[in-house]
């Protein structure tokens, strides 16, 4: 039963608009959550994380929203830009936990910006 | 360079053949982790390291599949008897901080085939 779950395998977006990706999770354990960008052949990279206590964080384009009553948290990006294009995971992690368990990624999201 | 290298980026081996997958995290960084990802997938956890010390291993998907970070530097992830279901980039991750950082620095992978 797969933990973290992001049901949309693909997203087109117009160069200049938002995009939003979201993800879902089941284990109300999951207390800190990160979302990495993967480019073909390499391997993911961090982008923007957020712990249980925050429903917000931003960072230039980037901006996760947390809504822990639902279980859900999405990324927005605007605007878009080219170099968007790329596979986002969703992670998340019981941070708090004293467990050494790693991070449980979602499946992933592929974000194709159009020109 | 300064990031995660891992070697070799491409392995093909016969089923029943013995492999060895080898990681050099960023210098310094005290946790290291092992991740699994089939194609289609997210990444799946398998095993983390604390310096030399191997503190979870419950991702490990059978007794065939042996990590080691002897010296708390390189380490190497041995699947003994491949199978075609071993199939997949296993990708190494560090990180300067302890197991519940959360933002885990990736190498590109290094992807088996099991013929």
């Known amino acids: 039963d797969q933990q973290v779950k992001q049901n949309s395998p693909s997203l087109s977006v117009q160069e200049g608009r938002i995009s939003i990706l979201n993800c879902d999770y089941t284990n109300s354990m999951f207390d800190y959550f990160l979302w990495y960008k993967k480019y073909p052949a390499e391997g993911p990279t961090f982008l923007i994380s957020i712990s249980s206590i925050k429903d917000k964080n931003e960072d230039g384009r980037f901006t996760v929203f947390l809504n822990k009553s639902a279980k859900h948290l999405s990324l927005h990006i605007v605007p878009s830009q080219p170099g968007d294009s790329a596979v986002y995971f969703c992670a998340a992690s019981m941070y708090s936990g004293g467990g050494a368990d790693g991070l449980t990624f979602g499946k992933g999201t592929h974000l194709i910006i159009q020109p | 360079g300064a990031g995660v290298s891992q070697s070799p980026r491409y392995k093909v081996a016969k089923r029943g053949q013995d492999v060895a997958l080898r990681c050099d995290p960023i210098?310094?960084?005290?946790?290291l982790f092992w991740y699994q990802q089939a194609l289609g997938q997210g990444p799946e956890f398998l095993t983390y390291f604390q310096n030399e010390a191997q503190l979870d291993k419950s991702g490990l998907p059978s007794d065939r599949f042996f990590a080691e970070r002897p010296e708390g530097s390189v380490s190497t992830l041995k699947i003994q008897r491949t199978q075609q279901e071993d199939s997949a980039v296993y990708l190494c991750?560090?990180?300067?901080?302890?197991?519940?950082?959360?933002?885990?620095?990736f190498g590109e992978g290094s992807r088996l085939t099991v013929l």
């Open positions: 991750a560090s990180s300067p901080k302890g197991p519940l950082s959360g933002e885990l620095f």
């Open positions: 210098s310094g960084h005290v946790s």
